[in-house]
């Protein structure tokens, strides 16, 4: 079936421009997570979605990242005034919580957005 | 606060010999642990988990791996290296509390040598 899909794949912006990341879990899947990983780094969890709301945006680094999921499907990252720093791969995933709201599931990864800013 | 720490940069293996990438981890409460494989521009591709149960792990393209909760590692294994086993090795975690974030290691390079 269908896996977790990103677009776009790459992403080249100029400092201080706004972006937006766009993640299409699997379908069925009801939560959804972003992650980011930098050159040579293992990806560091963002925000956390179970259905509409963010369950958890501990990981988001500045006010500058937001992320919605308004209809419990598709997500998009948005980025306010680009900065270097924010260049990286950003990786959504995807997982089916159990009735009970348990945790257990894995966690399906897309291919990722490569964001460069210049 | 959860952590993985994977200590080597880069395993080589001759192909047809055994493969182990190490990592460790730090978890309050009991860990889920999972392994992933990532290859070039693409995103991560799950190998296999351990949540409860037996502390030997079976997962994808003849991989397993060990939990050790006396030395709180889970080192990923594989019997015999195929050339086409080279790719970038992540370990992670995840507590049990409702907590579903993963903490990644940076992570491992593995070079099987034909």
């Known amino acids: 079936g269908a896996g977790v899909s990103q677009t776009p794949s790459n992403k080249v912006t100029e400092k201080g421009k706004y972006v937006e990341l766009r993640c299409d879990p699997i379908?069925?899947?009801?939560?959804l997570y972003w992650y980011r990983q930098s050159l040579g780094q293992g990806p560091e969890f963002l925000i956390y979605?179970?259905?509409?709301?963010?369950?958890?945006d501990s990981g988001l680094p500045n006010d500058r990242f937001f992320a919605v999921r308004p209809e419990g499907s598709v997500s998009t990252l948005k980025i306010q005034r680009t900065e270097r720093g924010d260049s990286a791969v950003y990786l959504c995933?995807?997982?089916?919580?159990?009735?009970?709201?348990?945790?257990?599931?894995?966690?399906?990864f897309g291919p990722g957005t490569r964001l460069t800013v210049l | 606060a959860q952590s993985v720490a994977q200590p080597e940069d880069q395993v080589n293996v001759a192909e047809g010999n055994p493969l182990t990438v190490k990592c460790t981890y730090s978890v309050s409460g009991n860990p889920y642990l999972f392994w992933y494989v990532q290859y070039p521009n693409r995103g991560l591709q799950f190998l296999l988990k351990y949540i409860t149960g037996d502390n030997l792990v079976k997962g994808s393209y003849g991989f397993e791996a060990e939990f050790n909760k006396s030395q709180t590692s889970f080192h990923l294994k594989k019997p015999s290296a195929l050339v086409s086993d080279s790719a970038l090795y992540f370990c992670?975690?995840?507590?049990?509390?409702?907590?579903?974030?993963?903490?990644f290691g940076k992570g491992n390079q593995v070079v099987v040598i034909p």
């Open positions: 992670a975690v995840r507590g049990p509390y409702g907590n579903n974030r993963l903490a």
């Open positions: 995933a995807s997982s089916l919580t159990s009735l009970g709201g348990g945790t257990t599931d894995t966690q399906y």
């Open positions: 379908s069925g899947h009801t939560a």
């Open positions: 979605f179970q259905g509409t709301g963010a369950a958890d």
